[in-house]
């Protein structure tokens, strides 16, 4: 199964939101040449890298995602991400309604990769959804299984 956004949605929700990040960082840089280091110059040049290289290495917003029985996929800017399915010892879900998304959290915590989010606009986002939480529900079942093993 493969689930991507519409273009429209991948240009506003993708595209633009690290264009802009790239821009702020260019006038970071600009800023500091023109008028020396500030306060908000030095807030820029760190925070502006780490949001890009979270954004586009860590692929936190994936323009694609594909799922079969073995594996979970994401795809962001010719980067994939792939996840097999008996390996993943960890999956968080949360929806977040309000603002159409839900957030993955894949195996345990990395600087880049394994936190993911997904906008109601990808496609067959419901579809997504249900497929989401049947492999957490999985999951946890195994997770449940091998601590019941472990503590009798």
Do not use: C
């Amino acid at each position: 199964m493969k689930y991507e956004y519409p273009n429209i949605n991948f240009i506003f929700n993708i595209i633009i939101p690290n264009l802009l990040m790239a821009l702020i960082l260019l006038w970071g840089i600009a800023d500091v040449i023109q008028n020396g280091m500030s306060s908000f110059s030095q807030l820029v040049l760190v925070v502006m890298p780490i949001l890009l290289l979270s954004s586009i290495v860590g692929v936190s917003n994936p323009s694609k995602v594909k799922i079969d029985d073995e594996s979970i996929s994401f795809y962001l800017f010719g980067r994939r991400h792939s996840y097999q399915w008996e390996a993943i010892d960890s999956l968080k879900l949360r929806r977040y309604d309000p603002i159409g998304k839900i957030y993955i959290g894949i195996g345990t915590k990395r600087i880049f990769g394994g936190r993911y989010w997904i906008s109601s606009n990808i496609s067959n986002y419901a579809e997504l959804n249900n497929v989401l939480y049947d492999k957490y529900q999985f999951i946890h079942s195994k997770e449940i299984g091998q601590e019941k093993m472990t503590t009798e």
